[in-house]
């Protein structure tokens, strides 16, 4: 009578592959959000404190518009802060148009307006009032939970 | 010494061992790289936002099409004194710019009713921080259209 031996266990590791494949895929999801993130805000910027308000969890059709402040050597006097979009100064008087145009381009565009708590109103009204010229009528002020 | 064909000894032992790179220490690294992605993006969007739809006033604006107005507005300023800021609602004014202001809103919500607008206007030097906490008072009152005004020179 012929004995059977024992067969030799198969291979029984996990494929990995299609792990490794979605981790790979949210790795380079999570880089890119970041490195946008990054462009869109701009440091230097202490946004205001607001004790109400809520979150936005539809972040598309944005448009954001940092207004950062510029220290001056006389005491009391501020001077025309720098408007920031997309990684890149916008002059005041450039500012409608530019809004124009991407109005033009996205008619659902919302302006997320990240200003710094310092600045005076002076300064924030021609920025609002270019938002109506341009036809934006959603705007979100950007505030810090306290 | 040659074996008979046949025999046990000529047979081919079977590959056991698992053939390529060992995925193990990458999987960890890589996981760990996820994990901080992810709680840095959770502690980055520590921000809210307080929306507007209405950002001009009607006929403070030439060339400027904006929303049709409720006939009923309640105009805010905003001024400084000193230091800080002063809100003058009529004859109505306050340096608390939270708790009074709020209450003062709230009754006046509940006199008017849903079809009232408020207008906003702080003065030139006013701090964009004044203003937003002004702001938020509103929207926390209920009133759905705020609008701001442009400040005279």
């Keep these: 009578m012929k004995l059977q031996g024992i067969k030799p266990m198969q291979d029984m590791h996990i494929n990995v592959t299609p792990l490794i494949d979605i981790v790979m895929c949210l790795i380079i999801f999570f880089l890119l959000v970041g490195h946008i993130a990054k462009q869109a805000s701009i440091k230097g910027v202490k946004i205001p404190v607001a004790h109400n308000g809520k979150s936005i969890s539809n972040r598309s059709n944005e448009l954001i518009l940092n207004v950062v402040p510029r220290h001056s050597s006389i005491a009391g006097v501020q001077r025309r802060p720098r408007i920031w979009v997309w990684g890149q100064e916008v002059p005041q008087a450039n500012l409608g148009e530019m809004l124009r145009a991407f109005k033009r381009k996205n008619p659902n565009l919302r302006l997320v307006l990240r200003a710094d708590q310092s600045i005076h109103y002076r300064y924030i009204a021609p920025i609002l009032t270019d938002c109506a010229a341009a036809g934006i009528d959603s705007i979100h002020f950007m505030a810090r939970r306290p | ?153």
């Design chain 2, 1 to 153: 010494m040659s074996s008979a064909p046949g025999s046990k000894r000529n047979k081919l032992v079977p590959m056991a061992a698992h053939v390529g790179p060992n995925m193990t220490p990458m999987v960890d690294v890589v996981m760990v790289i996820l994990i901080f992605f992810m709680l840095g993006s959770s502690f980055a969007s520590r921000n809210w936002y307080l929306t507007n739809n209405t950002p001009a006033i009607k006929g403070g604006l030439s060339n400027i099409k904006t929303h049709a107005m409720p006939a009923t507005r309640i105009d805010i300023r905003v001024q400084m004194r000193g230091t800080r800021a002063m809100v003058m609602i009529g004859v109505f004014q306050t340096e608390d710019l939270k708790g009074q202001l709020y209450r003062f809103l709230v009754k006046k919500k509940k006199l008017f009713g849903k079809k009232v607008k408020v207008i906003l206007t702080p003065d030139n030097n006013v701090p964009y921080q004044d203003v937003i906490t002004v702001y938020a008072n509103c929207v926390k009152a209920q009133y759905h259209q705020v609008a701001f005004g442009y400040p005279r020179e």
